[in-house]
């Protein structure tokens, strides 16, 4: 409604700067030419940040995902445990959904849980809520997700590529603040204001 144009299935393939302006290339031949651009490629923001020389710590994860069987209400909250490897939350319909430990990866870009944080999983999860002692497992899944040393996101401009901003590596939290975040990179990438502790976030925090 504001105007903005979404292109699905393009995969941007290479990336250059002319005259002060970025140019993408689609691996289908399509070109866009930006003043700006947003790298929040998540898992691979890491990757998109080389092509302009920005090198970042970035790690890739798998994290390990299931769902039970719907059970009666029990908790309203999502729950999470630092360090312990456990986190889980009630929907409306009685299911848990929870996480805990890593997976490995697949060719394609694609990811399976791990047997070993599954096996923790069981002994964690009944230990925290004893109503998933018995539940039954109708699913489990994992995903591709980028983590910094810090556990803190990139959030700030390249120092060495005018326009460029990077937006990615939430380490597992990108889509509570999401909302938040994108406010903030939509300030920023129009000059209408700058990040509250922007060196916390800094692209050059490793560097400095």
């Given at each position: 409604r504001?105007?903005?144009?979404?292109?699905?299935?393009?995969?941007?393939?290479?990336?250059?700067?002319?005259?002060?302006?970025?140019?993408?290339?689609?691996?289908?031949g399509?070109?866009?030419?930006?003043?700006?651009?947003?790298?929040?490629?998540?898992?691979?923001?890491?990757?998109?940040?080389?092509?302009?020389?920005?090198?970042?710590?970035?790690?890739?994860?798998?994290?390990?995902?299931?769902?039970?069987?719907?059970?009666?209400?029990?908790?309203?909250?999502?729950?999470?445990?630092?360090?312990?490897?456990?986190?889980?939350?009630?929907?409306?319909?009685?299911?848990?959904?929870?996480?805990?430990?890593?997976?490995?990866?697949?060719?394609?870009?694609?990811?399976?849980?791990?047997?070993?944080?599954?096996?923790?999983?069981?002994?964690t999860?009944?230990?925290?809520?004893?109503?998933?002692?018995?539940a039954?497992?109708?699913?489990?899944?994992?995903?591709i997700?980028?983590?910094?040393?810090?556990?803190?996101?990139?959030?700030?401009?390249?120092?060495?590529?005018?326009?460029?901003?990077?937006?990615?590596?939430?380490?597992?939290?990108?889509?509570?603040?999401?909302?938040?975040?994108?406010?903030?990179?939509?300030?920023?990438?129009?000059?209408?204001?700058?990040?509250?502790?922007?060196?916390?976030?800094?692209?050059?925090?490793?560097?400095?």
């Amino acid at each position: 409604r504001a105007g903005a144009l979404l292109l699905e299935d393009c995969a941007i393939a290479h990336a250059d700067t002319q005259a002060g302006d970025f140019l993408l290339t689609a691996a289908d031949g399509r070109q866009i030419r930006a003043g700006t651009v947003i790298n929040a490629a998540g898992a691979w923001g890491a990757v998109v940040a080389g092509w302009f020389g920005d090198v970042l710590p970035l790690q890739v994860k798998y994290p390990t995902m299931l769902v039970t069987e719907p059970l009666t209400r029990q908790i309203g909250v999502s729950l999470g445990v630092e360090g312990g490897g456990f986190y889980a939350r009630q929907v409306a319909r009685g299911n848990f959904v929870m996480g805990g430990g890593y997976g490995h990866a697949l060719p394609g870009d694609r990811s399976r849980p791990g047997p070993a944080a599954l096996a923790e999983l069981s002994r964690t999860a009944p230990a925290i809520l004893p109503v998933l002692a018995r539940a039954s497992i109708i699913r489990c899944w994992s995903g591709i997700e980028g983590y910094f040393p810090d556990k803190n996101p990139v959030i700030g401009f390249s120092a060495r590529v005018p326009r460029l901003l990077h937006a990615f590596g939430f380490s597992g939290g990108g889509f509570q603040i999401a909302p938040a975040v994108g406010e903030t990179l939509a300030d920023m990438a129009l000059d209408r204001g700058r990040l509250l502790m922007a060196d916390r976030f800094s692209p050059t925090r490793w560097t400095r």
